[in-house]
């Protein structure tokens, strides 16, 4: 049984139209898109699911912020309103805005670390995987084993496996390991948190090897909040104050600031001490812009600064998370495979049981993003074998992700109880005529860069 699902804590005072389009639209978007979701039109959607990253919607307060905006190139006031809301929120005395989160990828990659070097991770997103590549370092994967088990029920399914981070320290060397770095929640993973027992154990071992440990915190609000439900001694915390221990665990994070910290653009680098902060910023100065601002309007800035201190409103917290498992409760009740228990951000569809027939060469998750846009005019995205799957530059082979996914994010604010119904309904009709699916696509077109072909790529259906 599905349980009622918790009303939204806010009401609404702008409406943004959406409309459907009918079947002959879809197809010619699908046509004209090269069956990737990145191709499609936002006027050729009714419910855009493709990413929870600056699509939200802003507060009153956050608007109202954005008229404090103080423009000026060097010492603005609306930084000094982040750097304090950085301070009271997340306890870090440095805070370097980039424009978002790749950009703190950017400097902080491109300065720390250098061809040959390994970045020992729980998971990495796909941008954070390509900017590591960027510089000819790798990721290496210390995620415990069952974040590869899409039905294993596992509270902390984004935790590091410590004996795995120790044995590829001792495998590789101190010497080639700039930092370590945790995504909160694990993205790649299903959205999975991170528990404040295992960020101690990994600051733990980080310290007694002398290497930084970073935090990639785009969704960190979230990972406290799971951390609020699930970690016994965490339970009579407030929100504020998990995050807050959260934090204490790193030496610096980068953020994408579209996610948890509420803003449609922006990004950070937080960290401790000046030696870091003094590092880092040639790089921001080249990409970004000057210390102070970072690529960001100072109006920017101030909704930054809002942002951050309304993302640990319980209320807003314990609405955000239970309409993302209303969403994947009904899907549950109709029988659809997806990774459990239910992400912070998302449904992540295990799109390899969805679509057993379909190999996985054959991009079974971006033929379920085409059915079920089809379907009902949604928007989510395959992240499988082509996002994830590189080539092994000695044997020439492809080396296929553990995880074939289909994600269904789900906006800030932006998307009501209802329209969760509908998405559900929608897949659900996908799922009982999933024996009929049997068509596989080509990549015909693939950037030539590592780690970005899923969002250029164009799609050909074949029939298998
Ligand atoms: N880290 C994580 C965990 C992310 O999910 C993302 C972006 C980034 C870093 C990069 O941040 O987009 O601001 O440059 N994820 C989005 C997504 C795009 O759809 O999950 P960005």
Redesign the pocket.
């Known amino acids: 049984m599905v349980e009622r699902i918790m009303p939204e804590p806010f009401r609404i005072k702008m409406v943004e139209p959406v409309r459907v389009p009918d079947g002959a639209q879809r197809e010619k978007a699908l046509e004209i898109g090269h069956c990737n979701m990145f191709g499609l039109r936002s006027e050729d959607i009714y419910i855009d699911l ?5 699509t939200g919607a802003m507060s009153k307060q956050q608007w109202a912020a954005l008229m404090r905006g103080d423009e000026a190139y060097a010492g603005a006031d609306s930084f000094f309103a982040l750097k304090n809301a950085v301070k009271d929120v997340l306890g870090f005395d440095y805070v370097i805005p980039t424009h ?6 950017n400097v902080v990659f491109g300065t720390l670390a250098k061809k040959g070097d390994i970045i020992p991770f729980n998971m ?5 995987r390509a900017h590591i590549f960027n510089v000819e370092a790798e990721p290496v994967d210390c995620v415990i084993d069952e974040a590869f088990e899409p039905e294993v029920q596992h509270p902390f399914k984004g935790n590091v496996d410590v004996a795995k981070l120790e044995r590829a320290i001792a495998e590789y060397g101190r010497e080639r390991i700039p930092l370590i770095m945790i ?1 909160v929640t694990n ?2 993973g299903g959205g999975q948190p991170v528990s404040l027992e295992n960020l101690r154990a990994v600051s733990g071992v980080a310290k007694k090897h002398g290497i930084p440990l970073f935090l ?1 915190a ?2 960190m609000a979230e990972n406290a909040w799971f951390i609020k439900m699930r970690e016994e001694s965490c339970r009579n915390m407030s929100l504020a104050a998990i995050l807050r221990a959260c934090m204490d665990t790193a030496d610096a994070i ?1 953020c ?4 948890d910290p509420l803003v449609n653009i922006g ?1 950070m680098i937080c960290c401790r001490t000046e030696a870091l902060y003094q590092a880092l910023l040639p790089r921001v100065i080249l990409f970004e812009g000057f210390a102070t601002y970072g690529g960001l309007a100072g109006r920017d800035l101030e909704a930054l600064a809002q942002g951050l201190r309304e993302m640990t409103d319980e209320q807003y917290m314990a609405h955000r998370v239970a309409q993302v498992k209303y969403l994947g409760d009904l899907l549950e009740e109709g029988g659809v495979p997806f990774v459990k228990p239910t992400g912070g ?1 998302a449904i992540f569809i295990d799109a390899a049981a969805f679509l057993p027939h379909i190999p996985q060469t054959a991009y079974p998750a971006d033929v379920l993003s085409i059915e079920i846009y089809r379907e009902g005019a949604i928007r989510g ?1 395959g992240l499988g074998a082509l996002a994830f799957a590189i080539e092994d530059e000695k044997t020439g082979k492809l080396i296929l992700p553990k995880l074939e996914l289909y ?1 269904l ?1 789900i906006n800030r604010r932006t998307y009501t109880n209802s329209h969760m119904e509908y998405v559900a309904e929608s897949i659900v009709n996908v799922y009982k005529r999933r024996e009929k699916i049997r068509y596989g696509l080509k990549v015909e077109y693939a950037p030539p860069v590592k780690g970005l072909h899923h969002f250029l790529a164009h799609l050909k259906p074949y029939t298998l």
Do not use: V, Y
């Open positions: 493709l990413t929870d990253s600056g978002q989160g790749r950009a703190a990828e990495p997103f796909d941008t954070t995504t993205n790649s990639d785009a969704r980068t994408s600031a579209k996610k990004g951000h995205i994600r994010a």
